[in-house]
């Protein structure tokens, strides 16, 4: 199941209750908070009738899904259990080839279990991919994936989401748990960044006192 976001009516206004440091760093909202939430309903909805009776395990990865999976739990409405693991980047290299170092592995074994692997964003797919081959050596009963977003076109590894809620264009997006250097996760819809930002250089931290 998917959902163009051209199938969204644009342009809508930016919300008033958003700080003007991300008012400025915005160039426009793609996708509004309830536009979100009803697709959101949708997948959960999906879910609950595919995996009634399967007790299935919801795998995220910190810290993009945290609102995705928060929403997406509430909207799911049979016995579930929720884990979360976090990565980090070996290197550059490393990055380009998808693996990853786990700094945190799941508590819960997965093995003989229905996994929904939720994700925020698939892009090229490479660290999915190599996720995915390090729970399948676990012998899940099932693994599928349900992806917030998809932009197919990047992909570098055939990687296919059995819930998709919506497919992206080629645009650098933040909000709804998405950052951009760990800032813009907490606005509860998506925007896209303007482009100069993403150029621009680290600034320092500021002075502590
Ligand atoms: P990939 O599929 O391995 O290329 O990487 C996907 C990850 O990159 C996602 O889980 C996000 O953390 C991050 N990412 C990809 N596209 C975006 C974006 O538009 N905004 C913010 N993060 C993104
Ligand atoms: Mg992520």
């Given at each position: 199941?998917?959902?163009?976001t051209?199938?969204?009516?644009?342009?809508?206004?930016?919300?008033?209750n958003?700080?003007?440091?991300?008012?400025?760093?915005?160039?426009?909202?793609?996708?509004?908070?309830?536009?979100l939430?009803?697709?959101?309903?949708?997948?959960?909805?999906?879910i609950?009738?595919?995996?009634?009776?399967?007790?299935?395990v919801f795998?995220?990865?910190?810290?993009?899904?945290?609102?995705?999976?928060?929403d997406?739990?509430?909207?799911?409405?049979?016995?579930?259990?929720?884990?979360?693991?976090?990565?980090s980047?070996?290197?550059?290299?490393?990055?380009?080839?998808?693996?990853?170092?786990?700094?945190?592995?799941?508590?819960?074994?997965?093995?003989?279990?229905?996994?929904?692997?939720?994700e925020d964003?698939?892009?090229?797919?490479?660290?999915?991919?190599?996720?995915?081959?390090?729970?399948?050596?676990r012998?899940?009963?099932?693994?599928?994936?349900?992806?917030?977003?998809?932009r197919?076109?990047?992909?570098?590894?055939?990687?296919?989401?059995r819930?998709?809620?919506?497919?992206?264009?080629?645009?650098?997006?933040?909000?709804y748990?998405?950052?951009?250097?760990?800032?813009f996760?907490?606005?509860?819809?998506?925007?896209?960044?303007?482009?100069?930002?993403?150029?621009?250089?680290?600034?320092?931290?500021p002075?502590?006192?």
């Amino acid at each position: 199941m998917t959902f163009q976001t051209s199938q969204t009516p644009t342009p809508k206004k930016i919300p008033e209750n958003i700080p003007d440091e991300y008012r400025q760093a915005i160039s426009r909202l793609l996708i509004d908070e309830n536009t979100l939430q009803n697709r959101i309903q949708e997948m959960g909805r999906a879910i609950s009738r595919d995996y009634a009776a399967h007790n299935p395990v919801f795998v995220g990865v910190l810290k993009g899904v945290l609102f995705f999976m928060a929403d997406l739990l509430r909207y799911t409405t049979i016995p579930l259990e929720v884990d979360f693991m976090a990565v980090s980047n070996y290197s550059q290299e490393s990055r380009d080839q998808g693996v990853v170092r786990i700094t945190k592995d799941l508590d819960i074994c997965i093995e003989g279990r229905h996994v929904v692997f939720v994700e925020d964003i698939i892009d090229t797919g490479l660290t999915l991919g190599y996720l995915l081959k390090m729970l399948r050596s676990r012998h899940p009963a099932s693994l599928e994936v349900a992806a917030l977003f998809d932009r197919p076109n990047r992909r570098l590894v055939n990687i296919q989401a059995r819930y998709v809620g919506f497919h992206l264009p080629d645009l650098f997006v933040v909000g709804y748990g998405l950052d951009f250097r760990e800032q813009f996760r907490n606005m509860p819809f998506v925007a896209v960044l303007n482009p100069g930002i993403l150029n621009q250089q680290r600034t320092p931290p500021p002075p502590s006192f």
